[in-house]
């Protein structure tokens, strides 16, 4: 049997930040946080009902923290609310922590928790110990697929990581662009200086069609009509970490006039 490593107790330390509002007689203010966990510690937590505030050690509690020395474990105490725990690191994952749900575990390295309460929803972002991962030169290969192998200097990538973009910039519920906005945000390079809208759309239908598997994310609805094929390109292409935070480096540059937010309306590509 191969030993594995793992990493120390002292090794081990969860960082957990929230920013919420608080009602004070002043109206609402911002009020942030930070604690520190290491391994074997326990942290319960609430919201209150009269201000919102995120608050520690509570009781009763909304949920709780715990971490061992290699995982980190979310509990949610509510009877009817279910958490959302999404990938800070792109790719529009999220799992839920469903109600009464305990010790479940976060797989992500940062992570954005949503918590929904009365007074609206709080936020928190938690910065857990990088995972264990086994060296390149042990990595297995003869089992590993070419079905999926997309070439990452062609054109029909980089309308791949366009579509992908605003998912893969931090929101998960961003909308997928259209082929106009497509051929905006990519206009500007010389790879596509004549781009538009059926030229996209030529390389949206080879991804569908000559690509990718997608014909089983883009069911028939009510009528007959399909999904977007757009649709289900972001969505197969993230679902297998096809496109990630990496590959946006091929898209043109971003010029920003106020600090990164997780809007894509913030952002200005091509003049």
């Known amino acids: 049997m191969l030993f594995m490593p793992k990493q120390t107790e002292s ?10 509002n608080y009602r004070s007689p002043n109206g609402v203010n911002p009020k942030a946080g930070r604690v520190n966990l290491k391994a074997d510690d326990r942290l319960e937590f609430g919201i209150s009902s009269r201000t919102g505030e995120f608050q520690l050690n509570v009781a009763p509690g909304f949920g709780a923290f715990e971490v061992s020395d290699s995982h980190l474990l979310l509990s949610n105490f509510t009877a009817c609310s279910t958490f959302v725990i999404e990938n800070l690191e792109g790719g529009a994952e999220l799992i839920k922590a469903r109600p009464r749900r305990l010790g479940m ?13 009365d007074s609206g929803i709080t936020e928190l972002t938690v910065f857990a110990p990088p995972p264990t991962m086994l060296t390149p030169e042990r990595a297995a290969t003869a089992v590993e ?4 192998k997309l070439d990452t200097t062609s054109k029909y990538f980089a309308v791949l990581a366009a579509l992908c973009e605003p998912r893969l910039r931090g929101s998960s519920m961003a909308a997928v662009p259209s082929v106009h906005e497509v051929v905006e945000r990519l206009k500007c390079t010389d790879q596509f200086r ?16 000559q ?8 069911k028939y609805v009510d009528g007959g009509r399909m999904h977007s094929k757009r649709e289900a390109l972001v969505a197969f292409a993230l679902r297998f970490d096809l496109v990630r935070e ?15 937010t997780e809007s894509a309306e913030n952002f200005a590509f091509c003049d």
Do not use: Q
């Open 11 to 20: 090794d081990v330390e969860v960082i957990v930040t929230w920013r919420g």
């Open 105 to 117: 575990v976060i797989p992500f390295e940062m992570s954005r928790i949503l918590i929904p309460s």
């Open 145 to 148: 697929s070419n079905m999926f």
């Open 194 to 209: 004549g781009a538009n809208r059926s030229s996209i759309n030529y390389h949206v239908e080879y991804l569908a069609d």
């Open 211 to 218: 690509k990718l598997p997608i014909s089983r994310w883009a």
């Open 246 to 260: 990496e590959h946006l480096s091929l898209l043109p540059g971003v010029v920003r006039d106020e600090p990164l």
